[in-house]
């Protein structure tokens, strides 16, 4: 049962910004650390400190000599069953992290080189190089540390879409990145079957992390021994005779690995030696995209239906235009957008309060895109939040409305925003007044309609992870040209 049955939300996967786990087993996902470095926000910021933190004090402690210490600090982690996220079959329950477990990472981080050395350098190098820590351990080591944000995400996920909260939850170790200690509290928490729930943003997970022990072994580091023992001609190399009669020299893999071993002892020993394989293999990470998993990849981890688009568009043109039906249509218009602008604006906030609850924003977008519309624009102009006012007027919208939604604009929150309504009298008209906007210097105002909606759904239909968004690159140019 996923959290969006067992509390009646009415929704389905592609309109919630958060992973829909099963309450009870655990869906075969992992909370990536390159993915938190991917997220242009405060949320994505917050968590990249707190791992750092957390991660360079436990190795200077073992650097220093500190062993007690450090073994204390990793004793902290816990199985964090919370999230529903991981391996484990039936009922959730973490199989990385236990006080036993969390000895045996300290006793490795503690005997390894890598640390001793200065090579290990990030959580992720502990893959490639840390004997015992795979992808579900990284996962469970990063969710421990992240909590803190994790529990502001998930009450107020809870508030915008109604899921009850029960005072007095103990929070689980909670990482203090000034003190560089550990402590509790004591929080608002949803519980499912009398057990706490910790939602996860769907745009930080994958089914892999990025760094793989294998590929590094593999495709970097034995290939770099291929050319070492070419070109010193050593015993390794085999000539091989073409029936054309040309000669061709080569060095197995197989032959190295026989010569060299394999596991991560040997990876640390010989990265060691030649330390510019580890330089190019992080330079090459760095530039992968280790982009999200699409609304298709989750559905088809959770043995759900594909996005049905027609049907979330239907649920705004059933909705009639007036004042009555307002609150209905800005939940479906949220909806909508959620899963046809996902993984390009995460995190939506409904009825966002600025100026001190003065002004509300019928709902507000991270912008998280890396390519695409989104990510041009940011690049361009101010826009880390993208903000959209939905209007479910019966009649002509005019400068009032445009001057409410660019009101709400400022350089630190962003100056792009979509104003949704119905319909037009005249579109021309209203696109002229987006125009004197902008060349006013007060944002960027692009106008959506029914009609915007259904070609925007179209083209949505078409790619599985859509971000180019050519209707709304035209609307944006039309304002700056």
């Known amino acids: ?81 919370e999230t529903r996220l991981g391996l484990s079959r039936g009922k959730a329950q973490g199989r990385a992290l236990g006080s036993e477990s969390a000895h045996d990472v300290w006793g490795a981080l503690s005997q390894s080189e890598a640390v001793r050395s200065g090579l290990l350098e990030d959580l992720e190098d502990t893959v490639l190089m840390i004997e015992g820590i795979s992808v579900d351990i990284v996962s469970d080591i990063t969710t421990n540390i992240i909590r803190s944000p994790l529990i502001r995400y998930t009450q107020r996920m809870c508030e915008m879409y109604g899921i009850p909260l029960t005072d007095g939850v103990n929070s689980g170790p909670l990482w203090n990145p000034n003190e560089r200690q550990w402590s509790v509290d004591f929080v608002r928490l949803p519980l499912a079957d009398g057990r706490k729930l910790l939602l996860v943003p769907k745009a930080i997970v994958r089914t892999h992390l990025q760094y793989d022990a294998g590929e590094y072994l593999r495709h970097f580091l034995l290939t770099h021994l291929q050319q070492i023992e070419l070109a010193a001609n050593t015993e390794l190399v085999e000539v091989i005779r073409s029936k054309r009669g040309g000669i061709r020299r080569r060095v197995t893999k197989k032959s190295l690995v026989k010569k060299y071993g394999s596991g991560k002892r040997m990876i640390v020993r010989e990265t060691r030696k030649y330390p510019q394989v580890l330089d190019r293999y992080r330079e090459i990470k760095r530039d992968e995209k280790h982009l999200p998993l699409t609304l298709d990849d989750i559905a088809n981890l959770e043995g759900a239906s594909a996005p049905d688009w027609d049907q979330l568009l239907q649920a705004v043109l059933r909705v009639s235009a007036g004042r009555d039906e307002a609150a209905r249509y800005e939940k479906a218009i949220e909806g909508l957008l959620t899963a046809l602008l996902y993984p390009n604006l995460t995190n939506p906030i409904a009825q966002h309060r600025i100026h001190d609850g ?63 309504c119905r319909s037009f009298e005249d579109k021309n008209l209203f696109a002229q007044r987006c125009r004197d906007t902008a060349r006013d210097s007060r944002g960027f105002v692009l106008p959506v309609d029914d009609d915007d909606l259904r070609l925007l759904v179209d083209a949505r239909k078409n790619e599985t992870l859509y971000s180019d968004w050519p209707l709304l690159r035209d609307r944006f140019q039309q304002l700056v040209f």
């Open 1 to 81: 049962m996923r959290i969006s049955q067992y509390f009646d939300l009415g929704r389905s996967q592609p309109t919630l910004d958060f992973v829909d786990v099963d309450v009870r087993d655990d869906t075969r996902v992992f909370i990536s650390p390159k993915a938190l470095t991917l997220l242009p926000s405060d949320f994505g910021d917050e968590c990249v400190h707190l791992i750092q933190n957390f991660f360079h004090t436990v190795i200077e402690l073992i650097r220093s000599g500190e062993n007690d210490r450090a073994e204390t600090l990793l004793r902290m982690l816990r199985e964090p069953n």
């Open 358 to 420: 003065r002004k509300i924003i019928d709902i507000t977008y991270t912008n998280m895109a890396i390519n695409g519309f989104f990510k041009w624009v940011a690049t361009h102009h101010p826009a880390s939040h993208v903000f959209v006012e939905c209007k479910n007027y019966g009649r002509e919208i005019g400068n009032p409305e445009l001057d409410q939604l660019s009101g709400r604009f400022a350089p630190s929150r962003g100056k792009l925003g979509l104003l949704v």
